[in-house]
């Protein structure tokens, strides 16, 4: 008897689960938001992996055995140069707009997880199964997603194989839900635009909750709402709003720093990278700093400084004056970064790769191998597909805005190529290896 006493106030007892907002109705809104906005989401973390250009070599390829589920990767475009921005930009400002829609739906269907028995056939086993991959793979991919931009990275193993394996089994698990209950929250939506068929509106005339709030109609029991409900605290349309409000305040405290003025002090949930940057020629976005990537003014010095450059004909040092020597070209160009933060375009001026590359005897520039001072963080190296090296606005910079670059924006040179992820625009260059991408 005691026993039976405490399941029946347990959570696996029906009438635990007494909120009188939850349905079917009320989860079948918040699945079709979910369903447009992962969706999206899936999408742009794709397209995300692919800027990285995984299958140019080893350096770039975080995720080595990633086999089949690498078969969509293409050369990253350099046009629009501002298509890595805009892509991350989605994806990181959507994820996080999306947490408390998340969060509502997993909490109206919660009753279902501790639903008993566990299985009542194989195909119910199935269902459960995918149920908790849903779940499970959900709260992964955005919790190691929230902590990343937030350069947390307090998860074991690298954030790329974790958040890309992840994505893969969450989306599956997604994509096998939707085509279950996709129709079944549609026909839920018409409904909700109709009377309800059992007792008017979802909350009588008072407040508490009609028959349509408990039940759908009377041969399709609404399995979500709870059989003995408590009195309404908040309607399932305050709900609503409750949801919807946290998502714009989520929005509005991340979306600023994909772009620049007023409204990238709004910014206050996104990323600020490794320092403030400032006002000036170099008052943009700083990620890691020449501190904290380990670089000393005794190597960056002019005078003990050399770019070392291979390719067919050999090997040639240039200091910086032979650099400032060679045809200078200018290009506009953003930087964004996988955190999700960007700049607007800032005024890079320098060597064309290209032109390099013919000084060691490539006149079709092909892809190049890059490495830089850094000692600390990830990608110290980088390699650059030949359709990047080619283009005419990708530079070896030395100024910045008309002025030298400063040590935090990557003294005495950097690589800025149109469209490629922050992490691909090397800071600190000592060699490029034409030809010579491993």
Excluded at 54 to 75: C, E, Q, R, S
Excluded at 232 to 252: I, K, N
């Amino acid at each position: 008897m005691a026993r039976t006493s405490l399941l029946a106030r347990s959570p696996f007892a029906p009438s635990f689960w007494r909120s009188p907002v939850r349905g079917t109705r009320f989860t079948a809104l918040l699945g079709v938001v979910l369903l447009g906005g992962i969706t999206l989401l899936f999408v742009t973390g794709l397209l995300s992996y692919a800027a990285y250009n995984p299958n140019l070599a080893a350096v770039n390829d975080k995720t080595p055995d990633k086999g089949i589920l690498g078969f969509y990767l293409f050369d990253w475009p350099t046009d629009p140069p501002w298509l890595y921005r805009l892509t991350q930009g989605v994806h990181v400002t959507l994820g996080v707009t999306l947490i408390p829609v998340l969060l509502a739906k997993l909490w109206s269907v919660v009753p279902k997880l501790f639903t008993l028995p566990p299985a009542r056939s194989l195909t119910h086993a199935l269902e459960r199964l995918s149920l908790l991959l849903l779940v499970g793979g959900a709260l992964f991919e955005f919790t190691t997603g929230v902590l990343n931009i937030q350069l947390d990275y307090v998860f074991p193993g690298s954030f790329y194989p974790l958040h890309f394996y992840g994505a893969w089994v969450f989306f599956a698990a997604f994509l096998a839900h939707a085509i279950l209950r996709t129709p079944t929250a549609l026909r839920n939506l018409r409904r909700m635009r109709a009377p309800s068929q059992e007792g008017g509106e979802e909350h009588g005339e008072h407040g508490k909750p009609g028959e349509g709030a408990t039940r759908v109609a009377r041969d399709e029991p609404d399995e979500l709402a709870a059989p003995e409900p408590a009195d309404p605290t908040v309607s399932r349309r305050g709900a609503f709003g409750l949801v919807g409000g946290a998502s714009l305040l989520l929005f509005a405290t991340t979306a600023g720093r994909s772009f620049d003025g007023p409204l990238r002090r709004t910014a206050l949930l996104a990323p600020h990278g490794g320092a403030e940057p400032g006002s000036g020629p170099g008052g943009f976005q700083i990620n890691k700093t020449a501190a904290y990537a380990g670089i000393s003014t005794a190597e960056t010095d002019e005078e003990a400084w050399r770019l070392v450059v291979t390719g067919r004909t050999g090997t040639v040092r240039l200091t910086r004056a032979a650099l400032r020597a060679m045809p200078q070209h200018s290009s506009a160009l953003p930087i964004a970064c996988v955190e999700g933060w960007s700049t607007s375009d800032q005024w890079w001026r320098g060597v064309r790769l290209r032109d390099l590359a013919a000084l060691v005897g490539h006149e079709d520039a092909p892809d190049v191998f890059v490495e830089s001072l850094q000692r600390r963080g990830a990608f110290r190296h980088a390699a650059l597909r030949s359709n990047q090296v080619t283009d005419p606005r990708s530079l070896l910079a030395l100024d910045v805005n008309g002025e030298e670059l400063t040590p935090d924006h990557g003294h005495p040179a950097r690589v800025i190529v149109p469209g490629a992820p922050g992490v691909l625009n090397t800071k600190w260059v000592t060699r490029l290896s034409f030809g010579g991408v491993k």
